[in-house]
């Protein structure tokens, strides 16, 4: 399976902006971690296969959403309300488990990363 990230940029505080995972092969769980320069990569947002099982990091709810295609093979993050400290490199991860988890441990795949910059 290889995961491709893409759509980061810069946005401004207050502002929106989608990252999206391209994934060749079949997935089930899919995630986005991220990590900030200087920091651990920290869990963000992860969907089980059929779209449900949705698990978003505190820092992120009722502001983030992650959602898939499964036609496509696309997973998404729609970020909102974005804030100068969301800044980070965005991965998205994929797990042949077919519960969704958390943890770094829990997948088995990762992209590249797209860069996130929010300027206040």
């Known amino acids: 399976v290889q995961l491709q990230a893409s759509g980061g940029g810069l946005v401004q505080a207050g502002g929106s902006l989608r990252v999206s995972c391209a994934a060749s092969?079949?997935?089930?769980?899919m995630g986005w971690f991220r990590q900030a320069p200087g920091k651990e990569r920290e869990f963000v947002a992860a969907?089980?296969?059929?779209?449900?099982?949705?698990h978003y990091a505190d820092p992120v709810k009722g502001r983030f959403t992650i959602s898939r295609d499964n036609i496509k093979n696309m997973v998404y993050l729609q970020m909102n309300s974005l804030k100068p400290e969301d800044t980070a490199v965005y991965y998205c991860?994929?797990?042949?488990?077919?519960?969704?988890?958390?943890?770094?441990?829990?997948?088995?795949?990762w992209g590249q990363g797209t860069e996130v910059t929010v300027s206040s």
């Open positions: 092969g079949r997935t089930y769980t």
């Open positions: 991860a994929a797990s042949a488990r077919g519960v969704a988890g958390t943890s770094i441990n829990h997948y088995d795949y």
């Open positions: 969907i089980g296969w059929r779209g449900g099982s949705l």
